[in-house]
Each structure stands twice: as structure tokens, then as C-alpha cells.
T-cell receptor, first 115, second 114 residues
Framework: EAEVAQSPRYKITEKSQAVAFWCDPI?????LYWYRQILGQGPELLVQ????????DSQLPKDRFSAERLKGVDSTLKIQPAELGDSAMYLC?????????????FGPGTRLTVT | GDSVTQMEGPVTLSEEAFLTINCTYT??????LFWYVQYPGEGLQLLLK?????DKGSNKGFEATYRKETTSFHLEKGSVQVSDSAVYFC?????????????FGQGTILTVHP
């Protein structure tokens, strides 16, 4: 069964350092999402791509976060510089299209700890 | 804005007990509603969904009915198993300019003891 791949699974970094996460969606999925899940809370959308274009980045802290999906396939989320408050689980999800009733498939996530 | 509120947790049950996890929502228009489950060390998986009022979603013995009059989508299971221990998230997709964005509740931790 096809799955969403993410790496690394765990990352520990010091504040002010740069960190990057990678996501490979299910083949053929045009829509890719990055969510942030703070411990004890539900995931919140950071950025959404349709193919290689950003369609929603309204909740992305653009002064330190950036995301790209250059060829409309895999994607990278970067934080520079990292802050203590960025410690969270970063989840990638994909779907065939951005439909209201469609299923999103989630990867295992990258757990980031900023010290 | 759109929001989802889940019952406070954690919930601890004995095997074969009846489960209810309450979920209410606030949204404009007619959202689609979802329950996702997160097992330890894994990503979120879709458990069930409903896309219009009075629809009932069901999967693996779990059920939830889309109640527009009470803006609710409560999750139920008649007899829980130890393997059901996980975190359960209620979510909505408001559609329109929200594209495919999911808005999640805070999650409810379920622990089932033998």
C-alpha cells in the first residue's frame, strides 16, 4: 500500500540553527499539506500546495519558515532560525485533489525538539 | 472562523465497554466531517467521514452521524478492544476558499484496559 514518506523521523536542534524536513507524497497526489501538531493539540495547517503552487500559506510564519515543492512531487519545509516554540510534530499529508470530502493521507511525522 | 471542539480526555475504559467521544463544530456553510485516529508512533489515519447532514460514517465498528441541527459528529463504538487505544481527532473541511484544509479538534486519548 502506498504511503507518505517523511524524514527524518526525529530531529534535535539548538535554537537559532536551521532545520529542514522532507516529504514524499503518494504517487499521483497533486495536493500536499504541511501541518504542525503541538503536544496535546490537533494538527494545524501551515502550507498547502496544488502541484508546485502554494494555495494557502496564511498560517506559515514567513519570517522563519519556508516551503517548496519545485517539481510538484516531493516537498521540503525549512525553519531558519529555529526557536524553542517550534518544538512540535511536523506532519505531511497528501490527497489526489483538494476536495471538500476527500481523504488526506498522513505520513508518520517528524518530531522536532529545539533546545 | 471554523473550529472543532472535542470532549476533554483522557478516556479510560475496560474492554467491551461502550465508547462515546463528543465532537461539536462551528463552520459556515456545509462542511464535511471526519474522524482520524493516531496510533502510537504512527501518522493519522482516516477512520470515517460524512459529507452531508444525516449521513452516517462507519468503519471497524465505529460510527458517527452528521447532525446539522446540533452541529455535532459524536464517535461511538459498542464494544471497545485494547487495540482501539489511540488518540482520536475530529476534523472538518469547510470547502469553498478553504480548499482541502482540515480543521482539527484537540484530540481525545483513549486507553482501553483488558
Amino acid at each position: 500500500e502506498a504511503e507518505v514518506a517523511q524524514s527524518p523521523r526525529y530531529k534535535i536542534t539548538e535554537k537559532s540553527q536551521a532545520v529542514a524536513f522532507w516529504c514524499d507524497p503518494i504517487s499521483g497526489h497533486a495536493t500536499l499539506y504541511w501541518y504542525r501538531q503541538i503536544l496535546g493539540q490537533g494538527p494545524e495547517l501551515l502550507v498547502q500546495f496544488q502541484d508546485e503552487s502554494v494555495v494557502d500559506d496564511s498560517q506559515l510564519p514567513k519570517d522563519r519558515f519556508s516551503a517548496e515543492r519545485l517539481k510538484g512531487v516531493d516537498s521540503t519545509l525549512k525553519i531558519q532560525p529555529a526557536e524553542l516554540g517550534d518544538s512540535a510534530m511536523y506532519l505531511c499529508a497528501s490527497s489526489l485533489a483538494a476536495t471538500q470530502g476527500g481523504e488526506q493521507y498522513f505520513g508518520p511525522g517528524t518530531r522536532l525538539t529545539v533546545t | 472562523g471554523d473550529s472543532v471542539t472535542q470532549m476533554e480526555g483522557p478516556v479510560t475504559l475496560s474492554e467491551e465497554a461502550f465508547l462515546t467521544i463528543n465532537c461539536t463544530y462551528t463552520a459556515t456553510g456545509y462542511p464535511s466531517l471526519f474522524w482520524y485516529v493516531q496510533y502510537p508512533g504512527e501518522g493519522l489515519q482516516l477512520l470515517l467521514k460524512a459529507t452531508k447532514a444525516d449521513d452516517k460514517g462507519s468503519n471497524k465498528g465505529f460510527e458517527a452521524t452528521y447532525r446539522k441541527e446540533t452541529t455535532s459528529f459524536h464517535l461511538e463504538k459498542g464494544s471497545v478492544q485494547v487495540s482501539d487505544s489511540a488518540v482520536y481527532f475530529c476534523a472538518l473541511n469547510a470547502g469553498g476558499t478553504s480548499y482541502g484544509k482540515l480543521t482539527f479538534g484537540q484530540g481525545t486519548i483513549l486507553t482501553v484496559h483488558p
